[in-house]
């Protein structure tokens, strides 16, 4: 299936005509002139692999899908949530996210990122990226410029953070990743980062989404805190149309009714995201519950869901951290459930790598 949606939601407006590997030219053509209804310039046209795509995404009411449906040439016809690119059934390979030093997300190999929620100081960070990476972590995580709840609240060290994050990478051959928050600053994000975050709460901020990926850095995309899977791969849709095929989605917990967790952690979404798309995902327990103790749990849970990595938050003093202390980890309590997220990894035919001799950059 081309994905969960049932055709009878026309009102999201999209028809996706997927030729077959066979198609010609012509019936490429002829389908999407039908497609197009007298509207060319409403059809968008996607290649992979030698086939064919056509996609409408505006009134969708002018083609009949079912006259679509019987045109020579055309494999399918879908309606329904309009991403294409990001849609396994366009490609049913799994993508493979690769970042300088050998990382691969997606692959056999899980990638574990490790860091505090936002650079504080140098000791701080330091500290940490040394203690990540002799526990096995490839990715150095750690916000410079921050989205709190509160404008009173630590808003993060800006350029000065990402310095430091360079430093930490210098010393420990650790890659980065950090959160662009807007397109003014999207620049200086990616001149520092391996992997760009975009939050939360910039899931379904377009232009950024746009400026991010015209970087051409990886994106890492994690999940609005109420939007729902079509609309994350919408999302990862409008990364994908910008040219950067390099995506990685993050499951980092939705809303509930609940408080006594912060989020729910969606478990859900890893196998169904992998089910509607080649993308990589990894998951964010440390957002996803707001509780140190119960990080370990959903990161196991996690791994054996299929993610292909985990986001951690560590600090070196947690009740002293100036955001998100009470979902950080300690040292210790990271090193543990490293060696447990080897077992449950294995057990599930994945591997974490053991923590290398990294040569520095
Ligand atoms: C973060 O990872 O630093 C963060 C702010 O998370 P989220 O966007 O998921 O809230
Ligand atoms: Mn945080």
Redesign the pocket.
Known sequence: AWANTPPSRPEQGAVLVVMAAAATAAQVDRAGDVLAGGHPERVRRFEHRGRVALATVDPAGSADPAALEDLPGVDRVVLGPSYLLASRAWRPEPTIVTLPGGIAIGGADLVLVAG???VEDERQLLRTAHRVAAAGASLLRG?AF?PRSSPYAFQGLGTEGLELLDRARRETGLRLVTEAMDERTVEAVASVADLIQVGSRNMTNYPLLRRAAATGKPVLLKRGMASTLDELLLAAEYLLAEGNPQVVLCERGIRGFDGSTRNVLDLTAIPLLHRLSHLPVIADP??GTGHRDLVGPMARAAVAAGADGVML?VHPDPEAAR??GP??LTFDGFDALVGELRSVAEAVGRRLPAPLARVAP
Request: glycine share 8%.
């Open positions: 505090p929620c936002a916000g921050k440390s957002h938050e955001s998100d979902q950080s």
